[in-house]
């Protein structure tokens, strides 16, 4: 992808821990998949763990699985670099939508909001935030749709589903005068699947190791905004279903969409492409591993 021109107005993208590039296609697309003229960004991995960048394709895949809305995540070598990293194809076209971040929202209800650590940063607040969205034109069921999310979140175990990896989508109506919104889909997905484990120091966990290191796995929201600590990402949807029991039967239906048979199979395919940085058999075993444990314990909880 040598020859993918980067976008002038923001070649760098300065959010997140992670180098991102801006790129667009080139005039003749090499794939169908790749949409002409869209925006993607190239997502590389955190120094610290170099298979960071497959997390993002294979949380993509987990979305598909579940029928969520995530914006696809391919894999890319940038061969004039000598890197490899994941493509995502950016989830808005400029000119038709406007992304507003979930924390911009959030400051408005609370003017001290810290958008650095999003200490602050809870479900208490977001339904806030949510419920008066849908007084101005919010066409999504906010609370499917978050409660869609917290299940994505669990399976793959997503710590950083923090306020501006989340948002609103604006666009105005013919009239010139109307405006619609509706939630993003669930980007930014590469804090997941415990690609932060080098595989040395996994390679003798047993189940009831790997079930302990799922307990101490939290979503990036506390339940309410006075709480101590972060949300457990099982607890959260804990509370979601017995909060709101008008959850139990859609978010059954959509984990009964998930197979990890089908999963494994996808992993597979990508085991078989040639990088500098491979999918590797042992990195797919611990992956299914965790999404096997997390996945027997959503239905438990959804049962």
């Not at 709101?244 to 239906?253: F, Q, V």
């Amino acid at each position: 992808m040598t020859d993918w021109p980067e976008d002038p107005e923001h070649p760098r993208y300065p959010e997140g821990a992670r180098e991102k590039s801006a790129l667009f296609p080139p005039d003749i697309v090499p794939f169908d998949f790749i949409k002409p003229g869209r925006r993607y960004l190239f997502k590389l991995s955190d120094q610290r763990y170099p298979e960071q960048f497959w997390a993002e394709t294979i949380a993509y895949v987990v979305g598909c699985l579940l029928d969520v809305e995530v914006p696809p995540a391919y894999i890319a070598e940038h061969r004039g670099r000598a890197v490899c990293g994941a493509l995502i194809e950016w989830f808005f076209v400029d000119g038709e939508q406007t992304f507003i971040a979930g924390g911009n929202r959030l400051q408005r209800l609370v003017p001290d909001y810290d958008r650095k650590l999003g200490t602050q940063h809870s479900f208490q607040l977001v339904q806030r935030a949510c419920v008066r969205a849908a007084r101005h034109g919010l066409i999504d069921d906010w609370l499917l749709y978050w409660g869609r999310a917290f299940l994505f979140d669990a399976l793959i175990g997503n710590t950083d589903r923090h306020q501006d990896n989340w948002g609103f989508l604006a666009w105005t109506l013919d009239d010139g005068a109307t405006t619609r919104e509706r939630l993003s889909p669930l980007f930014d997905n590469g804090t997941s699947l415990g690609m932060e484990r080098h595989l040395e120091h996994v390679a003798g966990w047993d189940d009831n190791k790997c079930a302990a290191y799922l307990r101490k796995g939290c979503h990036h929201m506390k339940l309410n905004g006075d709480d101590a600590k972060r949300c457990q990402h099982f607890d959260m949807i804990r509370y979601v279903v017995e909060a709101h029991p008008t959850l139990l039967g859609p978010l059954r239906e959509t984990l009964a969409l998930f197979s990890v048979q089908e999963l494994e199979q996808r992993l597979i395919e990508l085991c078989k492409l040639e990088l500098p940085v491979k999918l590797t058999e042992a990195r797919i075993r611990f992956t299914l591993r965790l999404v096997n444990l997390r996945y027997r314990q959503l239905c438990a909880i959804l049962s």
